[in-house]
Structures are given as C-alpha cells and as structure tokens.
C-alpha cells in the first residue's frame, strides 16, 4: 500500500520531492512487509476431520446406535452410544474413521 502511494506521489508532486516521496516509501513499504510476513508466519488454516470434534450436529435418521447426521450442510454416518432420535442436537466427540462418534446435549 506503501508503494502504491509512492508511485502516485512520484506524478502528482513537483521535481525533487517525487524522487524523495519513492524513496521514502520504499523502505517504508519493506517494513509494511516483514510485519505482515511476521504477522501470518504462524497462522496454519485448520483442515481436515479434525476441526469438526466439538461441534453441534442434527440428527437425520436415528443414531441407535449407528444413524446419521447433519453437519455444517453435510450428512455424515455417525455412532451414539446413548441413542439419538431424529431433530436431537448432538455433540460431535471423536472420529471413527469417517463415522462420527457423538452423544446428545
């Protein structure tokens, strides 16, 4: 953003300051880059099967024990030791491959 406002100074300001604005606004520019860089190094996107342990699902067809569920739009074989019924809220625990292992709210 730095960089793009030095170039548009380079054509809006007079003959020696042009020259000045860019190359102030490079270093700046630099600067504006390593923090952003230092900013998002260590932020992984969490992706997989494992992000959904924790969340809530809805019953589609009885979990007695073994049923389905809907989660985030999708449909997904799912294991309830308990027993589930169909429109139960159910709390997504541990994965069995691709079953979910959930229990009631």
Same mark, same amino acid.
Do not use: K, Y
């Given at each position: 953003?730095?960089?793009?406002?030095?170039?548009?100074?380079?054509?809006?300001?007079?003959?020696?300051?042009? %020259?000045?604005?860019?190359?102030?606004?490079?270093?700046?520019?630099?600067?504006?880059?390593?923090?952003?860089?230092?900013? %998002?190094?260590?932020?992984?996107?969490? #992706?997989?099967?494992? &992000?959904?342990?924790?969340? &809530?699902?809805? #019953?589609?067809?009885?979990?007695?024990?073994?049923?389905?569920?809907?989660?985030?739009?999708? &449909?997904?074989?799912?294991?309830?030791?308990?027993?589930?019924?169909?429109?139960?809220?159910?709390? #997504?625990?541990?994965?069995?491959?691709?079953?979910?292992? #959930?229990?009631? &709210?």
């Amino acid at each position: 953003m730095l960089l793009l406002a030095g170039i548009i100074l380079v054509f809006l300001l007079p003959s020696p300051w042009n %020259v000045v604005a860019l190359l102030v606004s490079i270093p700046l520019f630099l600067a504006e880059l390593g923090l952003w860089n230092r900013t %998002v190094r260590g932020n992984r996107r969490q #992706v997989g099967t494992e &992000t959904l342990i924790g969340l &809530t699902a809805t #019953v589609v067809t009885a979990c007695h024990p073994s049923g389905q569920v809907r989660l985030r739009g999708e &449909t997904w074989e799912a294991r309830c030791e308990q027993g589930a019924d169909p429109g139960d809220e159910v709390v #997504v625990r541990a994965l069995d491959g691709l079953v979910l292992v #959930v229990e009631r &709210t």
